[in-house]
């Protein structure tokens, strides 16, 4: 397992926060998931052999918000 912590920009509310944590945890792969609004980032456990930033970066432009 290997740990990144993602700085997200868009995030406004909670229900946002929530949406993105639902997203990232549901991927391949991922063991646990932390998204925090304030300071808008993510903290994600994960196999680099299933998914790596490419994955997250993706998953987290579909969500609607942005990868800094």
Do not use: H, S, W
Not at 21 to 40: D, K
Not at 48 to 55: A, S
Not at 59 to 65: P, R, W, Y
């Amino acid at each position: 397992m290997e740990k990144i912590t993602l700085k997200i920009d868009g995030m406004i509310c909670q229900t946002c926060e929530q949406n993105l944590n639902g997203v990232l945890r549901a991927m391949a792969g991922v063991e646990r998931v932390v998204v925090t609004l304030n300071p808008g980032q993510a903290e994600i456990d994960y196999d680099p052999e299933i998914v790596d930033l490419q994955d997250f970066r993706e998953a987290v432009e579909t969500a609607g918000f942005e990868v800094v």
